[in-house]
């Protein structure tokens, strides 16, 4: 679809998401009126950065079931996640918004080179969790057959990849890390598989070359968030060069986490998604809390798709350590790209002292690579970090879920072993 023709859907869908949420008279209706909107022709895409933003914290102050923008007995489903801090954040589906959702994901694996008559090895969570239902479902729509593995018990997951010979794996990164790891120490081959879409979590440039070393696989990031759908929102082409968005369904911008003032092209930014085709819980320029910046620029795949960057992390998950802003995947792709460490490492901020301290704890390929380390944090994020070097498997695996990378030493005794 050329811009001009997708510019016309999106603002013919935005002018109905704008009239459904007056008429539900809920937060974001009674925001809208509040701004002078009276209806949807009152919005154009351009003025869309004028209208209010949601939150997170409106889920919360309504939760359940406040925002929904349908009658309760048209939910078909609920999904959701702990959300920031633990606080459970839940959201509604219609039957439309799940045939909605595994179109998406469909779209998403066809995107990473799955087709009809693919296998697709699901290692993602099940449950309230969106990602392994989520592209249970998309791999059923595109007509692959799944093996709905979720996470954990990783052994029988390697007897699965062998037996089965998936030729698409999709995980989280951290996991795809430590199923590589497996495979290697079962000595079993894996000639089918080609392509694995890693997501829910940040991960870098130098945690693919990583993953692409132990599986046979082109690694490929996939974006979503429990709130804007689930997993389907965005996912990297064979081309690896950004995550294309489906912007059909998903309105983006990027704006400045201070200001919420649209930021330009290719300048990371808060991700901000606008849902003009969802029913149960559409929404009006929410706020994720994601950094990445946009580009606009034309894809070797033919896409015509805005591409969003890898995201850098949350806005609320930037570390601070004497006075040097940096997000927890930036250290990673220092550490990773040093070639000195094993791909494994854990952040721990010591909150002990009025002076924060970072320590930075890895495990070494040979030798003793503290002091280059130190330098290379130094020279290239310009913060001061104190690396120790643990022995190899002291570091976690990751087995379930995401990969704790940042834990905080407030009080008593170090997270690890050989910390001080």
Known sequence: MSPDERAALQRHRLWGLVDRLLAADGVQGRRLKEAGVGGGSDVTLAGLRELPFTTKQDLWDNYPFGMLAVPRDQVAAVHGSSGTRGRPTLVAYTKADLDLWAAMCARSLSCAGASPGSVVHNAYGYGLFTGGIGIHQGAVALGATVVPMSGGMTDRQVRMLADLRPDVLTCTPAYALRLGEAVAEAGVELPALKAGLFGAEPWS?????????????????????SEVIGPGVATECLEQDGLHVNEDHFIVEAVDPSSGVPVEDGTP?????????????????????????????????????????????????????????????????????????????????????????LLVACEALSGDPRAELAHRLHESLGLTAEVFVLPAGTVPRTEVGKAVRVVSWEDGGPPLRGLS
Not at 206 to 213: K, N
């Open 269 to 357: 930014g808060e991700l901000v998604f606008t849902t003009p085709t969802k029913q149960a819980l559409p929404l009006l320029r929410y706020r994720t809390g994601d950094i990445a910046s946009l580009n606009r620029g034309e894809c070797d795949c033919g896409r015509t798709l805005v591409r969003m960057s890898k995201v850098l992390g949350r806005a609320d998950d930037m570390l601070v350590v004497k006075g040097v802003n940096v997000y927890p995947s930036e250290v990673e792709r220092v550490l990773l790209g040093s070639g000195l460490v094993r791909p494994h490492y854990q952040l721990v901020v010591d909150r002990r002292s009025p002076a924060a301290r």
């Open 205 to 225: 440039e130098e945690l693919r070359a990583a993953i692409e070393d132990v599986l046979p696989v082109k690694a490929m990031d996939i974006y979503g968030l």
